[in-house]
């Protein structure tokens, strides 16, 4: 009798997951394995290529390896990672979300404006966000942010073209600080307040207290924030595409603009496939990395 209704169990939570999975297999794993085949051919849109494709191995791989622009694109992605991701959205939502839960005055205060402040980039989408942020960065001196260091008798500052990929990395903290803060707060609310008292009691200061207790609660949280937000800005296009296509120059070109330029410009997809493939077994290495960082807290 147990063995029919495990069955029955199992048949169920199949028919539940059948839809998610055949959307997933259909999106996203039947796309990433069309991209990593189409890497090791000549494939283009357009011209001779595009009808007679041929198998060239790993000739794709060999040029993107000896492409400056590929290596250079790397490196500002990792740059605008660290410093929008992990410093940015992780630092500063962690410690939003921890002043507001250990200040009850400012909580009690400062809540509504908060919440309407810090949760609207994640009810505006992507493309409105960037076009609101190129009003308020428009380098001419009715600008928003123009007007506000002119209030100091600042010159004008072309922010997209003179400051690009400082502009890109605030707009993106802007946007990863929402969720940062949610997920912080929910864990922070979690923390028993016994736990926290009995610590002074015993006569931890208030850093010991929030680097050997709270940290030490919290790391398999950040943990898991920290590879969410590295995984999805590492990838990120939209939102650097609208605010500067990528420039001026190459200035703000981070691998998913690479990307896009090598197969929709230059009509290489092959070439572009080879490129994101790389970007692919990237972002596989570093979700392994913090799964088992999570395994080994846990």
């Given at each position: 009798?147990?063995?029919?209704?495990?069955?029955?169990?199992?048949?169920?939570?199949?028919?539940?997951?059948?839809?998610?999975?055949?959307?997933?297999?259909?999106?996203?794993?039947?796309?990433?394995?069309?991209?990593?085949?189409?890497?090791?051919?000549?494939?283009?849109?357009?011209?001779?290529?595009?009808?007679?494709?041929?198998?060239?191995?790993?000739?794709?791989?060999?040029?993107?390896?000896?492409?400056?622009?590929?290596?250079?694109?790397?490196?500002?992605?990792?740059?605008?990672?660290?410093?929008?991701?992990?410093?940015?959205?992780?630092?500063?939502?962690?410690?939003?979300?921890?002043?507001?839960?250990?200040?009850?005055?400012?909580?009690?205060?400062?809540?509504?404006?908060?919440?309407?402040?810090?949760?609207?980039?994640?009810?505006?989408?992507?493309?409105?966000?960037?076009?609101?942020?190129?009003?308020?960065?428009?380098?001419?001196?009715?600008?928003?942010?123009?007007?506000?260091?002119?209030?100091?008798?600042?010159?004008?500052?072309?922010?997209?073209?003179?400051?690009?990929?400082?502009?890109?990395?605030?707009?993106?903290?802007?946007?990863?600080?929402?969720?940062?803060?949610?997920?912080?707060?929910?864990?922070?609310?979690?923390?028993?307040?016994?736990?926290?008292?009995?610590?002074?009691?015993?006569?931890?200061?208030?850093?010991?207290?929030?680097?050997?207790?709270?940290?030490g609660i919290l790391r398999p949280q950040i943990l898991l924030f920290l590879m969410l937000t590295t995984i999805t800005t590492?990838?990120?296009?939209?939102?650097?595409?609208?605010?500067?296509?990528?420039?001026?120059?190459?200035?703000?070109?981070?691998?998913?603009?690479?990307?896009?330029?090598?197969?929709?410009k230059f009509f290489e997809i092959g070439f572009g496939s080879a490129a994101a493939t790389v970007m692919l077994v990237i972002l596989l290495t570093l979700g392994v990395y913090y799964v088992r960082?999570?395994?080994?807290?846990?």
């Amino acid at each position: 009798m147990r063995r029919i209704q495990s069955w029955r169990e199992g048949l169920t939570v199949a028919a539940f997951l059948a839809p998610a999975l055949a959307l997933i297999g259909l999106f996203t794993v039947a796309p990433g394995i069309w991209a990593v085949v189409q890497s090791f051919t000549d494939r283009a849109l357009v011209g001779r290529n595009a009808a007679n494709v041929q198998f060239i191995g790993l000739d794709n791989y060999a040029q993107l390896a000896g492409d400056p622009d590929f290596s250079a694109s790397l490196v500002r992605t990792v740059v605008f990672v660290l410093l929008s991701a992990i410093v940015g959205q992780t630092i500063l939502g962690f410690l939003t979300a921890y002043l507001l839960a250990t200040r009850p005055r400012w909580r009690l205060r400062f809540s509504p404006l908060f919440a309407a402040i810090f949760l609207l980039p994640l009810a505006v989408p992507e493309a409105v966000a960037a076009l609101a942020w190129a009003s308020i960065a428009n380098g001419t001196e009715q600008g928003f942010l123009n007007r506000m260091t002119g209030a100091f008798g600042a010159e004008p500052v072309q922010w997209l073209q003179e400051h690009a990929m400082a502009t890109i990395i605030v707009v993106n903290i802007w946007r990863g600080i929402p969720f940062a803060m949610v997920l912080f707060s929910a864990a922070l609310e979690g923390i028993s307040r016994e736990v926290l008292e009995m610590s002074l009691v015993d006569g931890a200061t208030a850093w010991q207290q929030f680097r050997r207790i709270i940290l030490g609660i919290l790391r398999p949280q950040i943990l898991l924030f920290l590879m969410l937000t590295t995984i999805t800005t590492f990838g990120i296009f939209g939102l650097v595409y609208f605010l500067t296509r990528g420039g001026p120059g190459d200035a703000t070109t981070l691998i998913g603009i690479y990307i896009y330029l090598q197969g929709f410009k230059f009509f290489e997809i092959g070439f572009g496939s080879a490129a994101a493939t790389v970007m692919l077994v990237i972002l596989l290495t570093l979700g392994v990395y913090y799964v088992r960082l999570m395994r080994e807290q846990a």
